[in-house]
């Protein structure tokens, strides 16, 4: 247990500080930022077509309410969360990968739901927006990274490559 918070601690600082790079910023981060916003607006076109994304920026169509996707909101942070976590637990690298990936989509698709959400809720009350973003979403994303990195250390569970499964386990 205290190898793997000393290994998780130890990832988190370095893919943090990584992430804090001009370099990660202008190519990674920016990037996936506007790429969340044009995810976004392209889901909200199926029953609001007057919206447009210019950047990480979601806008009305008569302008007269936009939501910008910052640090911190963009799902990055959670992410390198749940990496860490699944990368400092003793696996298979297979498993590792897979947990990665599902993981990440996981993670993402439900902070696309929250950028989703609080564009509508600015829309309709700022001070429920500001409450809702700085408190209930912030949970909630963390929340889904625990769970996503809970359930893939159940199916994940330090086995030998190539062992049979335990008995009575359904193979897929």
Known sequence: MPRFF??????????????????AQASIVAPWTDAVARVATTLIHGFDPGVHARG?????????????????????????????????????WRHRL???AIGTVAVQGLNV???ISLFYLGQ???DAFEWAHLY???????LDVLIVWLLWVRLAQDRPAGAAPPPGAAIA
Do not use: D, K, Y
Request: aromatic letters at 10%.
């Open 98 to 100: 897979m947990g990665i």
């Open 6 to 23: 000393v290994t998780f601690i130890l990832l988190l600082a370095a893919l943090f500080g990584i992430e804090l790079t001009p370099w």
């Open 113 to 115: 739901v929250r950028v």
């Open 56 to 92: 990480n920026t979601i806008a009305t169509a008569t302008g007269s309410f936009a939501v910008s996707i910052e640090a911190g909101c963009n799902g990055v942070e959670a992410t390198l969360v749940l990496v860490a976590a699944i990368l400092a637990f003793p696996a298979t």
């Open 136 to 142: 209930v979403w912030q949970a909630l994303i963390m």
């Open 124 to 126: 309709w009350s700022r």
